[in-house]
């Protein structure tokens, strides 16, 4: 009997493997370019090297802050305005010769004036109807690439040099496609895989179009690596550099090279709109709100001057369908941030509250799914939804909370949002493509975070009100205000439940992932405040309870008023509270927000002197297990322990050989 030896490593990847053809271990390999499904290019898993001690990054933060302030600022456009690259790389080379760094094109409107150029209403289309428009919209402008003069191509490349190793890209790309893509889902993956695989082969870079590639790339893989070490890749550094020295490299790269794009070219375009929001996403990752908020109203006003927000221009008579896809993705992307960030911290937004359905994706880019399968970015539309209909009722500033209000509010809520949602999606959902799209589950637990959050936010005031003013009330309006406690602490505690089991669902580590540690802070503190009322719960059988049973199809909160305790909250704010304080050994949002929990909690007294705060507050860090990661648990190879001298050039070597427009729109159903 022969004996079974070691089992061969697994090199190719699982595409190349499967039909038994020849892998050259790229990412994209060339096989899975060929069959244009640079997406499907995914390998085996391998045992990653064990987590190391994260190096103290007091100084990164410091410096982070200085980058994001820095770079939302540059990118914005304050630059002279020239002409406009779009998608299209291919360099004209008839602009090369009257372009010169830092000069200004003197015959232009738009650049003197500042019309925004595809207007139907101001002058500016006025001038267009009259004949007036020559040399305003030159040579296709949504189909022309700027080409790079020789003082800012001498500037590019000496950028170009500090950057990290080609395979320290490769893995992070790697990473944010299988594992941090499908929150956001701001690029089209087919299409920035394949520009990806042509940027590196292009030597120096001919257009303005390809440094502002350039900076996507540098955004997304510091953005990526915001969300390492992970419970599938436990590594503190990539081919021996460390992953806040990869954060600054590219971070202070890319701010250069924004620069640059923006003095040559300060309009922007969809390139630099999603770089920016890749530059506020990593900024919300560090617990840097501000910064998040100030690089995507930086994002929003690129977006404006490229039309991004309309839902048609003249322009866009040329442009591609899926060019016109992703700008409306882009744009819901936008307003969904744009919604809660100004929600959260009391702003005036920068978009306007109506969000119409023409802004909403229309085409289907999910492959290999089925025509009948849910679209992927089905979870980001009905965020949009969801953050529309709250918009339609910011109340004015300094207006007194009205109970009354804010009840219809929530019926109407529960009848015209939550009975329209999908059913794959609904509160009591079907399950039915969990196994087949393995990020419906994830999706679905952020989409009803948010849900039970804007519940939050709707009855949130009522902690506001002062006890004098609550007793002046007739004796209806203080049966109403008790029963919003108790939903205001229903809903607290689904959002509670919510990010535990999203935690969990992501593998329950360390994580600096916003709507963890943001949600869970605030949901928390909701439930400690309500826990020092003294009248808190009282009781839920009250005279307003909502009429009559049956009143509301979808009730999500009154079903919970009757299962509702002071000691079952209260728990629940020191679990978040102990979650807080793991979370804060990589997240300063996460300790900022534990101590000022932790402070609220001490203050809070048990109303039934049987129950000792001290008990009830047992919860500990301890309590809450990490998993432990098996021998078999799904890795990708580790960049410390893998070959990854594979990874050196990809297959195409000619730009014929790339037409991301024509290859990507095969298969999509329009």
Partial sequence: MQSAGPKRVVSSCIPCYTKKQKCNRCFPCNHCSRRQRPEECVYYPSQAPALKDLPADQDAHARAQHRYTRASTSASGDEPSVAMPEWNVTPNPRKNSTLSQGTQRTDSLVEWFGYFEDSESNTMALVRKLGLSEGEMQDGKYHLAIALPPEASEEVQKNLARMPDRQIFDFLVHYFVTDVHWIDQLVHLPWFLAQYQRWWSLGRLPAVSDIEFAVLLLRICSY??????????????????????????????????????????????????????????????????????EAIGSAIRVAQRAGIHRCFTVSMLEMHELEKEMRRRVFCNLYIWDSLL????????????????????????????????????????????????????????????????????????????????????????????????????????????????????????????????????????????????????????????????????????????????????????????????????????????????????????????????????????????????????????????AGTLARLLAKVKAPNPKVPSAQLASVSPESIQMPKQSSGAAQWSSPETSDLGAFGEFTFTTSEEIAPWEILTKDFQV
């Fill in 224 to 293: 990526a690596s915001q969300f390492l070490p992970s419970p599938s890749h436990t590594i503190d550094r990539i081919r021996g550099m460390s992953l806040i020295e990869i954060r600054d490299v590219c971070g202070n790269i890319a701010d250069e090279l924004a620069a640059i794009a923006a003095r040559l070219h300060a309009r922007g375009s969809l390139l630099r709109v999603q770089h920016l929001s890749f530059l506020g996403l990593g900024a919300q990752c560090e617990g840097r709100t501000n910064a998040f908020w």
């Fill in 342 to 593: 100004s929600r959260q911290i009391d702003s005036i937004p920068f978009l306007p509250a109506s969000f119409s359905l023409e802004h909403l994706p229309r085409i289907h880019l999910a492959l290999d799914t089925g025509a009948d399968a849910p679209e992927p970015f089905l979870e980001r539309s009905l965020q949009a939804r969801l953050a529309g209909f709250w918009r339609s009722f910011i109340p004015r500033q300094g207006a007194e909370y009205d109970a009354t209000v804010a009840e219809e509010r929530y019926e109407k809520f529960c009848t015209e949002f939550l009975t329209t949602l999908p059913p794959i999606f609904a509160l009591e959902p079907n399950k039915e493509w969990d196994e087949r799209l393995v990020r419906l589950p994830l999706q679905r637990q952020m989409l009803h975070i948010a849900i039970f959050d804007s519940l939050c936010y709707n009855f949130r005031p009522v902690l506001l009100r002062e006890p004098s003013q609550v007793q002046s009330l007739p004796a209806y309006k203080q049966v109403l205000l008790a029963s919003q406690k108790m939903a205001l602490a229903v809903a607290a505690l689904s959002v509670l439940e919510g990010v535990a089991n999203l935690h969990t669902m992501l593998g329950g580590s360390h994580t600096r992932f916003a709507g963890i540690v943001f949600s869970t802070f605030e949901a928390a503190l909701l439930l400690g405040a309500l826990c020092m009322d003294g009248d808190f719960p009282g009781q839920h059988e009250d005279a307003y309870h909502r009429g009559a049973p049956g009143k509301l199809d979808i009730d999500p909160l009154g079903s919970g008023k009757s299962r509702l305790t002071w000691d079952r909250c209260f728990q629940a704010s020191h679990q978040a509270l102990a979650r807080l304080r793991i979370l804060a050994a990589i997240s300063k949002m996460a300790e900022v927000g």
